[in-house]
């Protein structure tokens, strides 16, 4: 049983496209979540939903998008992706609080060329 | 703002040596800590966790850390470390009531066989 998905695994595209990465946790955790781990392994938060609602926003671009359709998934939108955006993005989930651990997608290496 | 400091960038080991890796964060209230690994091409995964109580806790796979609130430190051991152990390892930080992870930098770690 996977607890956390993420699709595509591996996404190539070319810069100026806009392309989406879905996620979906089936562990009932009501917060997920958006990093982005560059080539340096620096894993960095992006944005975090819970019950739908956005509650963290980093410092983003506003060409990143999330959509939190209900609580079991988070999508990530991407418009006109540029060369800077290869990374590899990871998805995760946990209840609400601080007490709670987070659990990671497998993740989403995206290049862009 | 928050930030946690993993002072090895990479540690290059032998089987059966021990190991500790190093953990510094800068938030001076209640916090959450947490040691993850990601294996070759896998997702992170917990190792351990502190939230309260006794300051040395014992992770899976042999690790154990120890939160000394003094030195803002939470560092992780494994007294014989594995070929299996190569991985990267990231501490984590979360902060009173904060929904975020920050994480540090880092160690790749390289067990020789």
């Known amino acids: 049983d996977t607890a956390v998905s993420q699709t595509p695994k591996y996404l190539v595209t070319q810069m100026g496209n806009d392309k989406s990465i879905k996620c979906e946790q089936n562990l009932g955790h009501d917060t997920m979540y958006w990093y982005k781990q560059d080539s340096k392994k620096f894993l960095k938060i992006m944005f975090s939903?819970?019950?739908?609602?956005?509650?963290i926003n980093e410092t983003v671009p506003n060409r990143f998008s999330p959509k939190s359709p209900d609580k079991a998934h988070l999508n990530l939108h991407i418009n006109s992706l540029e060369l800077g955006d290869s990374a590899v993005y990871f998805c995760?989930?946990?209840?609400?609080?601080?007490?709670?651990?987070?659990?990671f997608g497998p993740g989403t290496r995206l290049t862009v060329t | 703002a928050q930030s946690v400091s993993q002072h090895n960038h990479h540690v290059i080991l032998s089987e059966a040596a021990s190991l500790e890796l190093g953990c510094n964060y800068s938030y001076g209230g209640t916090v959450n800590l947490f040691w993850y690994v990601q294996y070759p091409g896998q997702h992170l995964q917990l190792l351990l966790k502190?939230?309260?109580?006794?300051?040395l806790v014992k992770g899976i796979k042999g690790f154990e850390a120890e939160f000394i609130k003094s030195k803002f430190s939470f560092n992780l051991r494994k007294p014989s470390v594995q070929w299996s152990d190569t991985a990267e390892y990231f501490c984590?930080?979360?902060?009173?009531?904060?929904?975020?992870?920050?994480f540090g930098a880092g160690t790749t770690v390289t067990v020789r066989a």
């Open positions: 995760a989930s946990s209840h609400s609080g601080s007490r709670y651990e987070q659990y």
């Open positions: 502190y939230f309260s109580g006794d300051p």
């Open positions: 984590a930080v979360k902060a009173g009531g904060d929904y975020k992870l920050s």
């Open positions: 939903y819970n019950n739908k609602e956005l509650i």
